[in-house]
């Protein structure tokens, strides 16, 4: 599995980092035929933003969410995809 963590407007620091790879492994825990994963967390004004492409196998989900702190944005990024992931099996 392949994960990548770019930032826009922002610098990804290990904190971060290490946040993001935590929250997703409860995802993964729920699902094996994760190819990659692309998570991209950007700043817009007052706005902070998470999205996150989950690739499996003949299927692609994407799940965005924003909020007005960075680790609340990944935190509701991480139970949609969540959802998603279940519904998805």
């Known amino acids: ?8 407007h922002v610098e990804v620091t290990d904190a971060i980092r290490d946040y993001v790879t935590s929250k997703l492994d409860r995802v993964i825990r729920h699902f094996d035929n994760v190819t990659s994963i692309n998570v991209i967390l950007s700043v817009e004004k007052l ?3 998470a999205e996150v492409t989950l690739h499996v196998r003949g299927k692609d989900i ?4 924003d909020d007005a702190d960075m680790y609340a944005a990944i935190d509701s990024m991480t139970d ?10």
């Open 47 to 49: 706005k902070q933003k």
């Open 62 to 65: 994407f799940v965005e969410s």
């Open 1 to 8: 599995m392949n994960l990548n963590i770019t930032g826009h």
């Open 80 to 89: 949609k995809l969540d959802r998603q992931v279940i519904k998805y099996k």
